[in-house]
């Protein structure tokens, strides 16, 4: 089996540690706008403003829809726009000014409205917000696919890119908590003081990279593209179906069973300790996220010498492994044993997203040499469109299944019976979905050497 060399990127492709961290830095933005939606959204107007869950959650599933059509709109319009500062920076800086604001706004509902007046502040300030989150991500992941054009290089920056992702991560779940120390006042007071601190926060990680990067010469000005050749060269792509699909599958293990894995902790691991479930989802989650971290040059140091497809398998088999171990791992005698799973997902599903995103910069690069069109954008859409539709699939599809087993209500006492089809699918679920993501990118056709074979038979002489 042929190895991939591993070559130091020539000059002009090599990027420095300043570029990388200003790239990565954006995504730190990029997360606080979503986890901290996530952490605050329920408690603040659920708890303290008395608006129904199920309204909270329809008012936030429209957005979203909203939000993946907007995808494509942005991903277009950067692809054909055109000025002195390149194509994607102004959506860059524009749309993280937009999006910290927003940010902010969602928090500042009058009292009194009442719940249509409520829910009707809600949807506004979230469409907005989704609207200016497309307009600052989009043309930022387009912006990092066309920034070198070594397949080692990519692979690095989106190490990069995962682990500023995962500061923002770490610091936003701590939403809430700051809220309910009181430091800023209680209740709405509170979520509205630490909504503005995040949304400065926001406002400054979002735009460093449209600010402090520069855009590749070949890549700012090329031939304008009309959106339904753009949209048919991206999903005729052959190596991006197989890679998305590869990353629905694996995101899909994660997002399945995490309601599963919620039941489980608490009725099995815990024996209906809410307390102590609360202290081992948390300390999971912070352990997933560190070895997450940790693992980042050791996946680019992989990608480096085996391949990216073959490090994709290498994530995809290490997370069906951590699934397949909880049923040993998971077990009310020794419940801090919970704890060890959390590496395999932390370590396999961080991996996913660096590969990916650097595998999708090279399916880019490849639709440019075949077929002469540089629409990093539409690709950086469909991922964002795709991804975005199968977790809500996924995260649904967790639920039914948790009700399906009968847990459902306030007063939830589940028989043997179904604590032990609990177990099951809390082992299965991850690993059958991460073994079916396998199967795309077995074979994958997309090595660096066939990159290398395309660049030298575009730049030959017609």
């Excluded at 002195?84 to 409205?113: D, E, H, K, N, T």
């Excluded at 995040?198 to 090329?222: K, N, Q, S, Y």
Aim: charged share 10%; aromatic share 12%.
């Amino acid at each position: 089996m042929p190895q991939p060399s591993v070559a130091t990127p020539p000059p002009e492709e090599r990027l420095t540690v300043a570029q990388k961290t200003a790239f990565g830095l954006g995504f730190t933005g990029n997360t606080l706008m979503g986890i901290g939606i996530e952490t605050m959204l329920f408690p603040v107007f659920a708890l303290y403003l008395g608006l129904s869950p199920q309204v909270i959650g329809l008012a936030v599933a429209l957005p979203r829809l909203w939000d993946g059509v907007m995808d494509t709109v942005i991903g277009t319009y950067s692809d054909n726009f055109r000025s002195r500062w390149g194509r994607r920076r102004p959506f860059i800086v524009v749309g993280a000014v937009a999006s910290g604001l927003a940010y902010a706004l969602i928090w500042m509902a009058p009292r009194g409205l009442g719940s249509s007046g409520l829910t009707a502040w809600l949807l506004v300030t979230l469409i907005v917000f989704w609207t200016a989150n497309a307009a600052f991500f989009v043309p930022l992941e387009a912006l990092g696919m066309a920034l070198s054009k070594h397949y080692d290089e990519r692979t690095s920056l989106m190490g990069f890119r995962s682990f500023f992702a995962k500061v923002g991560t770490l610091a936003s779940s701590w939403s809430f908590w700051l809220v309910e120390k009181g430091w800023f006042g209680a209740g709405q007071r509170g979520a509205i003081i630490v909504g503005a601190i995040w949304g400065v926060l926001i406002m400054l990680f979002g735009a460093w990279p449209g600010v402090f990067l520069r855009e590749r010469a070949d890549a700012a000005a090329p031939p304008a593209v009309k959106f339904w050749h753009s949209l048919k060269t991206a999903v005729r792509n052959a190596s991006f179906r197989r890679i998305t699909l590869y990353l629905l599958f694996m995101a899909a293990s994660v997002s399945v069973s995490s309601a599963v894995q919620f039941y489980t902790t608490l009725f099995w691991v815990a024996q209906g300790d809410s307390k102590l479930t609360s202290l081992l989802t948390g300390a999971a989650s912070s352990l997933n996220i560190v070895c997450g971290m940790l693992s980042l040059p050791l996946v680019s140091w992989g990608a480096r010498h085996i391949g990216k497809h073959r490090m994709a398998l290498v994530s995809a088999f290490v997370t069906a492994l951590g699934g397949l171990l909880s049923w040993w791992f998971l077990t009310p005698a020794l419940p801090w044993l919970s704890l060890a799973v959390a590496p395999f997902f932390g370590i396999g599903i961080t991996a996913v997203y660096q590969l990916y995103f650097a595998m999708v910069a090279d399916v880019a690069e490849e639709g440019a040499l075949r077929h002469g069109v540089r629409n990093e954008g539409m690709y950086s859409a469909i991922s964002n469109c795709m991804i975005k539709a199968g977790l809500a699939l996924s995260f649904a599809l967790g639920g039914a299944l948790v009700h399906w087993l009968g847990f459902t209500g306030n007063d939830i006492r589940p028989t043997p019976e179904m604590l032990g089809h609990l177990r099951v699918l809390r082992a299965l679920l991850p690993a059958g979905t991460a073994a079916l993501a396998m199967l795309f990118v077995i074979g994958y056709p997309l090595t660096k050497e066939r990159l290398e074979a395309l660049r030298a038979q575009a730049a030959r002489p017609a």
